[in-house]
């Protein structure tokens, strides 16, 4: 029988202490049973997934006011991950612009083994420490930024590798794992550690992981947007009107906070250059975008200060 070698050993060792990768015996074989039975005891399990990620509200309040900060400071939010761990960092960063209307820079997602690695696997990316420091070195990290290093393990080489460069400059980071007392959790400076427990199909991380993950930076995203004013009474104000449905979403938007009716809401935005924020402020003060324009810059995007502003000259 072949030997391991130490490494490898080590390696076996670690995954046998992680809850990602137990196997529950209680589950017998899945393949024996009938559809419907599968189907409730997966959702069962995902149930457990906002449960999971509650616990970590206190961590999760810590990271969005970090984040809020460092945007607030022109910083940026730089997710790093492999697997599917990147790919939902890709992909939160990839929505941030048509849904807030922000720099495709202000938020960024970079996957181990580069663009390729987000449709098909790349051999080994998760393993080469030296690709998360050069891809940030790339971006010229700096002290203003925050790094969020998603895995579901909180083992990954490529992602403690980035949190070590990132936390060396003084940018704030962030371990978003599904294991408690991760390794990337005391590397960051916040642990954000969902406790999933055992997968569904044991290992399968892109699974009940893979989903607390994407409600994590749902959160993060989300809710530095709103404290950076991107919202108004809870809908969307900054939102980018790149095809039919989000220009009709624009002057629905507008109709519903404005009280005006469509055609005025379809004008008022032509003279706004598509601007829902805009448009709005140009409503509720009854002005031109120009004056408008100067009210929210001052106001520094915030909509309810720029109205109220207005309105008390």
Avoid: W
Avoid at 211 to 224: D, F, G, P, W, Y
Wanted: some cysteine; hydrophobic content about 45%; glycine content about 8%.
């Amino acid at each position: 029988m072949p030997s391991h070698s130490s490494s490898l050993d080590d390696l076996l060792n670690v995954l046998a202490d992680l809850d990602t990768e137990a196997v529950t015996t209680e589950r017998g074989d899945l393949d024996l049973l009938e559809t419907s039975e599968l189907v409730r005891r997966m959702n069962a399990e995902d149930q457990l997934v906002a449960l999971a990620v509650a616990e970590c509200a206190e961590s999760i309040t810590r990271a969005v006011d970090g984040i809020t900060e460092r945007f607030r400071r022109g910083g940026r939010l730089v997710y790093i991950g492999a697997g599917t761990a990147g790919r939902i960092g890709v992909l939160d960063a990839s929505e941030c612009p048509p849904t807030f209307g922000t720099d495709p820079s202000m938020v960024v997602g970079l996957i181990a083994g580069g663009e390729e690695a987000i449709r098909s696997a790349v051999e080994n990316a998760e393993d080469d420490t030296e690709a998360a420091p050069r891809a940030l070195r790339d971006l010229a990290l700096a002290e203003q930024d925050t790094v969020v290093g998603i895995s579901a393990s909180g083992r990954t080489p490529y992602v403690i590798a980035g949190l070590e460069y990132a936390r060396s400059l003084g940018a704030l980071t962030i371990a978003v794992a599904s294991n408690r007392a991760s390794h990337t959790g005391a590397v960051a400076e916040i642990a954000i550690e969902t406790a999933t427990g055992p997968e569904f199909l044991s290992g399968s991380t892109r699974l009940k992981a893979g989903t607390a993950q994407k409600l994590v930076v749902n959160m993060l995203t989300t809710l530095s947007m709103i404290k950076l004013g991107k919202t108004y009474h809870g809908v969307m104000v900054d939102l980018m009107a790149t095809n039919e449905k989000l220009r009709a979403r624009s002057i629905r938007t507008v109709m519903q906070l404005s009280g005006v009716d469509a055609d005025r809401a379809s004008a008022t935005l032509h003279a706004a250059n598509g601007s829902v924020k805009l448009a709005l402020v140009m409503l509720a003060a009854d002005t031109d975008a120009e004056r408008a324009g100067t009210a929210l810059a001052d106001a520094g995007g915030i909509l309810r200060d720029a109205i109220a502003a207005l309105a008390a000259a």
